[in-house]
Structure formats: structure tokens, C-alpha cells
């Protein structure tokens, strides 16, 4: 595989997973921590922000998926695989 299209799926990796461990799972957290009156989840949101999530998680998945196959190289396959499971476990920590 090119050198190129390898270092762009990792970096579409690495910009993914830090939008995952950035987001908030509730955009109104931070009510609490400025009033400690307003119950923590007192406040509900959409749940755009899990659906948005689930999105930057299916293109982080497919671009590892697309190296994983594309690679002749065993670590590499190895580590593509890892790092898929790894995303999918941030993800349902935080999410589900």
C-alpha cells in the first residue's frame, strides 16, 4: 500500500478518536459543576451527540478496515484490528 494512503488512514484514525475522546456524552454536564443545585442529568438532551459519535466511529472503523485489507504486512493488519476494537470500546464506554 502507498505510503501516503497509509499515513492518511492513520491520521483519519487519530483526528477520529480524539473527536470520541473530546465529546461531551451530555452537553449540559457542565450546568452542575457551575450551579451544584441543578441535579447532574437533571437536564436531558437529543442524543445528537452519540449519533454523531457512532458517525466519526463507522469512518475510523472503515478507513483501519480498508488498510487492514490492503496490507500485506502482519503487525500492520494486527494493529489496524486493534485499533478498531479499540475505537469501538471508547465508544460504547462513553455512549452506550
Request: proline share 2%; glycine share 4%.
Amino acid at each position: 500500500m502507498k505510503t501516503l494512503a497509509r499515513i492518511f488512514a492513520y491520521v483519519v484514525y487519530l483526528a477520529g478518536f480524539a473527536i470520541l475522546l473530546i465529546m461531551q456524552t451530555n452537553k449540559y454536564d457542565w450546568m452542575h459543576d457551575m450551579d451544584p443545585s441543578i441535579p447532574a442529568g437533571s437536564i436531558q438532551d437529543t442524543g445528537n451527540a452519540a449519533i454523531f459519535a457512532l458517525f466519526v466511529l463507522i469512518v475510523i472503523a472503515i478507513a483501519q478496515l480498508i488498510l487492514l485489507l490492503a496490507t500485506r504486512k502482519k503487525l500492520e493488519k494486527i494493529l489496524s484490528a486493534g485499533l478498531i476494537l479499540l475505537a469501538f470500546a471508547v465508544w460504547a464506554v462513553r455512549f452506550w
